[in-house]
């Protein structure tokens, strides 16, 4: 039946090194209908990233917590799931991240030793809190704890990402890939990564890879058309744009390609469903096609709801090449300074421990 198949999977998972969380439950005791429901949450969660099997990942996630209100990795998976139906625009964004702090904060309280929970607070101080520092203070500690982990390769790849340091995020999301190299999404973020470093080729061949894995996966035809619009092929963009299998993702795609074509009706259209349908949590994607079209006041109007909005998305401007023409505006560093981002890599002091010590948050 499907609860022994979960099982099974689960174990087939951990066995192959394919989970998508960062610890091993192993060394945790609880009690045997617990660690079930557990495994069956990490079944679905790994199972797929839709609306469907998150939200029965979560339901057993809370069943484990149930039945052991103090096993600290059903409180870190809890977490986990929260934030990966927040990133899948299957929950409020406000709401989701806050009970994925509250879960991430609830396993460190239950096992200080846990990487995971550290994993999970530090991706909440990245989305939500946008506390850089904070980010990298959890996600160093999650290192410590768990050395070689994907998930916290992972996300210290992102916290780079953010702060503008391309080569040091390429490095470590080519390690990550390395533990892990089954993982289709991982190579949709790392082309987007190798994208905007201006390495093209490197981007599409990663992207590629991703199809291969899952010819399904949302937004890589998207991306492989951001990529050529890149290289200054839209008519070929246009037709990977056209074969994304989100529609969200295909109207914001269609909106690039149409403007490079120059066929303003048409990329106007397209913008105009893309509004229609996700105004309230796409702020910063309608930010981006307003400032690729040349629209500089747009873009602005747009970007500054992101950021009443606190869209994730925000968290890549300072790498996104269709943000370049705003770059010398005034109010392109007045929002950095907003985010606390540094203006550039040289204001940085991140990963930079030989450096003097430092004093002292919608995303593809």
Same mark, same amino acid.
């Given at each position: 039946?499907?609860?022994?198949?979960?099982?099974?999977?689960?174990?087939? =998972?951990?066995?192959?090194?394919?989970?998508?969380?960062?610890?091993?439950?192993?060394?945790?005791? $609880?009690?045997?209908?617990?660690?079930?429901?557990?495994?069956?949450?990490?079944?679905?969660?790994?199972? +797929?990233?839709?609306?469907?099997?998150?939200?029965? #990942?979560?339901?057993?996630?809370?069943?484990? &917590? /149930?039945?052991?209100?103090?096993?600290?990795? %059903?409180? #870190?998976?809890?977490? $986990?799931? =929260?934030?990966?139906?927040?990133?899948? %625009?299957?929950?409020?964004?406000?709401?989701?991240?806050?009970?994925?702090?509250?879960? @991430?904060?609830?396993?460190?309280?239950?096992? *200080?030793? =846990? @990487?995971?929970?550290?994993? !999970?607070?530090?991706?909440?101080?990245?989305?939500?809190?946008?506390?850089?520092?904070?980010?990298?203070?959890?996600?160093?500690?999650?290192?410590?704890?768990?050395?070689?982990?994907?998930?916290?390769?992972?996300?210290?790849?992102?916290?780079?990402?953010?702060?503008?340091?391309?080569?040091?995020?390429?490095?470590?999301?080519?390690?990550?890939? @390395?533990?892990?190299?089954?993982?289709?999404?991982?190579? $949709?973020?790392?082309?987007?990564?190798?994208?905007?470093? +201006?390495?093209?080729?490197? @981007?599409?061949?990663?992207?590629?890879?991703?199809?291969?894995?899952?010819?399904?996966?949302? *937004?890589?035809?998207?991306?492989?058309?951001?990529?050529?619009?890149?290289?200054?092929?839209?008519?070929?963009?246009? /037709?990977?744009?056209?074969?994304?299998?989100?529609?969200?993702?295909?109207?914001?795609?269609?909106?690039?390609?149409?403007?490079?074509?120059?066929?303003?009706?048409?990329?106007?259209?397209?913008?105009?469903?893309?509004?229609? &349908?996700?105004? /309230?949590?796409?702020?910063?994607? &309608?930010?981006?096609?307003? #400032?690729?079209?040349?629209?500089?006041?747009?873009?602005?109007?747009?970007?500054?709801?992101?950021?009443?909005?606190?869209?994730?998305?925000?968290?890549?401007?300072?790498?996104?090449?269709?943000?370049? +023409?705003?770059?010398?505006?005034?109010?392109?560093?007045?929002?950095?300074?907003?985010?606390?981002? *540094?203006?550039?890599?040289?204001?940085?002091?991140?990963? !930079?421990?030989?450096? !003097? *010590?430092?004093?002292?948050?919608?995303?593809?």
């Amino acid at each position: 039946d499907e609860i022994a198949l979960a099982v099974a999977g689960a174990l087939q =998972l951990k066995l192959l090194g394919l989970d998508r969380t960062a610890p091993s439950a192993r060394s945790h005791a $609880t009690n045997a209908d617990a660690y079930q429901a557990y495994l069956q949450a990490q079944y679905f969660f790994g199972r +797929g990233v839709d609306k469907d099997n998150q939200d029965k #990942a979560l339901a057993f996630a809370d069943q484990a &917590i /149930k039945l052991d209100a103090k096993y600290a990795p %059903a409180w #870190a998976l809890r977490s $986990t799931v =929260l934030t990966s139906l927040v990133m899948g %625009a299957f929950l409020d964004e406000k709401d989701g991240l806050r009970e994925a702090r509250e879960a @991430a904060d609830k396993a460190i309280s239950l096992d *200080p030793d =846990l @990487a995971a929970g550290y994993v !999970q607070r530090g991706w909440v101080q990245v989305f939500r809190d946008w506390d850089w520092h904070g980010a990298q203070v959890s996600l160093k500690r999650a290192a410590q704890l768990e050395p070689g982990s994907f998930a916290v390769l992972k996300y210290q790849s992102y916290l780079f990402q953010v702060l503008g340091q391309m080569n040091e995020a390429i490095e470590m999301q080519k390690k990550a890939i @390395a533990i892990d190299p089954l993982r289709a999404r991982s190579y $949709t973020f790392f082309g987007y990564q190798l994208y905007c470093a +201006g390495r093209y080729e490197d @981007a599409a061949a990663a992207v590629q890879k991703a199809l291969e894995l899952n010819p399904q996966l949302s *937004p890589a035809h998207s991306d492989l058309g951001l990529i050529l619009l890149g290289e200054g092929r839209p008519q070929e963009a246009l /037709k990977q744009m056209e074969q994304e299998s989100s529609e969200d993702w295909r109207f914001w795609g269609e909106a690039l390609a149409y403007h490079a074509l120059g066929r303003p009706q048409d990329s106007d259209a397209a913008l105009k469903k893309l509004i229609g &349908i996700r105004q /309230k949590d796409w702020a910063f994607q &309608i930010a981006e096609v307003y #400032a690729y079209r040349g629209q500089t006041d747009k873009s602005f109007e747009w970007l500054n709801r992101a950021y009443g909005q606190h869209d994730g998305g925000l968290t890549v401007m300072k790498l996104d090449s269709l943000l370049k +023409g705003l770059r010398q505006d005034s109010r392109y560093a007045e929002l950095l300074e907003k985010m606390h981002l *540094p203006r550039s890599e040289s204001d940085n002091n991140f990963g !930079q421990e030989s450096r !003097q *010590p430092r004093a002292q948050k919608s995303v593809r």
